[in-house]
């Protein structure tokens, strides 16, 4: 990205604090400069691109710089928006703080720079930020050093390197942690959930290491608190234990609520934290228990557009749940329709695996809807369009549903070409669910039984076997995402796919 393309993108990102403190800091020119002259432009065309803004800034200010003006406007709103961070957010103010102190130790104010130091010092505690306390108490024994350690006993000296020890000490505890979960996290999202005992065993030595981890650390601190809790919470929804995650993540929600004052910026973890509290309800098909924490999830607020971008796909989704699994299809339409404006024209800020989620929850809309060719434009987002997805142990389930479609709109030959892909992908990589092969079959069966009765006997005949998914906690791990075998059963007996879905619950 070039810099006239990020600074059409960082004014657009822009929050109405944002704008208000830049049109101060910006109020003092006796005429506008030309620098706010291009930033005006850019805020009357949302839309405009850089070889728009070039050609109409240049008739706008004849014989300025386009390209000094694009710079120092980007760098104009960062300072702006640092200025800004500084007020609202203690992080930021921590290490402003610390670099004022360094300017007065250098201009001879050693008094002045030590208190300031004590100060962040003392913020850096009470926010539990190390790496900050670090920083600042370091910087004071260089600077102490550097004035031959004035007024100060062997014993204080000793009781200032005992504390930096301790800091380190909590700082790699916290960095070993954070790897632990940084690898579960990543195991799971491109290696998909666990499909067998063999798998669930492979996590074994993540498992070992983290509680090797808590067992040497002081579980009073909040980040090795909140990082332990994450990972056990997660590690029971990749296994399918969504009873035990639930109640590891209502432990870690309250932890959050009651150390408020800790949460970062934007909060992330606490993100993390509510969207795992609301993926085991809905596994556990507890909707009621989604209200509290859906209303949670809107109440976040951060600068960060891709954050809220983030927050508002999770609040879609999780209002899409309840009406998707039990087949009122109308009611998912309203949402769909409620979060038309504020969502689907920001798609692009969203993570890809949050991506792949939005386009494959909302094309089965459109199939319970009988909207064939509206799935159809949702689902080739993804594949004929997003090559980044294939990766993703979603993209499988998204191709199952692809050939749900496929087989709504009778298209044989397709169905034959992707089944092929789909097998060649599962022989190459030696894992599969026994749904996916169960659905491979069935869309491949060209002619169902004519008669009702014929079509029972074949429902009578499979139905064990789909009795026997629902009880397997693997096999789940993909019919939480959608239930195919209502949808199998709605082909075969010739019955509404709404009317399944609802005996299902």
């Given at each position: 990205m070039g810099k006239p393309e990020a600074l059409l993108f960082l004014v657009n990102s822009m929050s109405k604090p944002e704008k208000k403190a830049f049109s101060i800091a910006s109020s003092g020119a006796a005429s506008d400069p030309d620098y706010l002259k291009m930033y005006w432009?850019?805020?009357?065309?949302?839309?405009?691109n850089s070889e728009s803004l070039r050609r109409l800034f240049s008739e706008s200010v004849p014989g300025a710089s386009y390209d000094t003006t694009v710079n120092y406007l980007y760098k104009k709103l960062l300072d702006v928006m640092l200025e800004l961070r500084e007020e609202q957010d203690g992080y930021y103010s921590l290490y402003n703080k610390i670099?004022?102190?360094?300017?007065?130790?250098?201009?001879?104010?050693?008094?002045?720079?030590?208190?300031?130091?004590?100060?962040v010092m003392e913020k850096a505690r009470a926010l539990e930020n190390y790496n900050a306390l670090l920083m600042a108490s370091r910087l004071e024994l260089e600077y102490l050093l550097f004035l031959n350690l004035p007024d100060i006993d062997e014993k204080t000296l000793l009781n200032k390197q005992f504390a930096i020890n301790e800091t380190l000490r909590v700082i790699q505890k916290v960095n070993q942690q954070s790897s632990l979960y940084e690898l579960l996290k990543h195991r799971v999202t491109y290696k998909g959930s666990v499909r067998s005992e063999k798998q669930k065993s492979e996590l074994n030595d993540l498992v070992v290491s983290e509680m090797s981890i808590v067992a040497s650390s002081n579980l009073e601190n909040f980040e090795i608190k909140k990082l332990h809790q994450l990972f056990q919470a997660n590690y029971l929804i990749s296994v399918g234990d969504h009873k035990s995650a639930l109640r590891a993540y209502y432990e870690l929600n309250s932890l959050f609520e009651n150390n408020k004052h800790?949460?970062?910026?934007?909060?992330?973890?606490y993100l993390l934290t509510l969207e795992g509290v609301l993926e085991s309800l809905r596994a556990i098909r507890n909707y009621e228990?989604?209200?509290y924490f859906v209303e949670q999830l809107k109440k976040l607020d951060s600068p960060s557009v891709n954050f809220k971008a983030n927050v508002t796909c999770l609040c879609f989704l999780y209002?899409?749940?309840p009406m998707?699994?039990?087949?009122?299809?109308?009611?998912?339409?309203?949402?769909?329709?409620?979060y038309r404006e504020n969502l689907f024209a920001k798609v692009n800020l969203l993570s890809l695996p949050r991506q792949a989620e939005f386009y494959l929850y909302t094309s089965l809309v459109y199939i319970g809807l009988k909207k064939n060719h509206k799935a159809r434009e949702t689902l080739n987002q993804i594949i004929f369009i997003g090559k980044s997805y294939y990766n993703l142990p979603l993209y499988r389930t998204i191709r199952l549903v692809n050939l749900m479609l496929l087989y709504e709109m009778r298209d044989s030959n397709m169905i034959k070409s992707e089944t092929r892909s789909i097998r060649r992908d599962m022989n190459e990589i030696e894992k599969g669910y026994r749904i996916e092969r169960i659905m491979l079959n069935f869309v491949n069966k060209q002619n169902l039984p004519a008669y009702r009765q014929k079509r029972e006997e074949l429902w009578s005949r499979m139905n064990p076997e789909v009795e026997d998914l629902h009880n397997d906690i693997f096999e789940l791990q993909v019919i939480k995402i959608f239930d195919f075998t209502a949808w199998m059963e709605s082909k075969i007996l010739k019955i509404p796919l709404a009317e399944t879905l609802e005996n299902r619950i």
């Open positions: 432009i850019i805020v009357k065309d949302r839309g405009i670099l004022k102190a360094r300017i007065l130790f250098e201009k001879s104010l050693f008094k002045e720079c030590f208190s300031l130091l004590q100060k800790l949460l970062a910026n934007p909060p992330v973890y228990g989604m209200n209002e899409l749940f998707l699994d039990k087949g009122n299809f109308a009611a998912c339409e309203a949402v769909i329709e409620q």
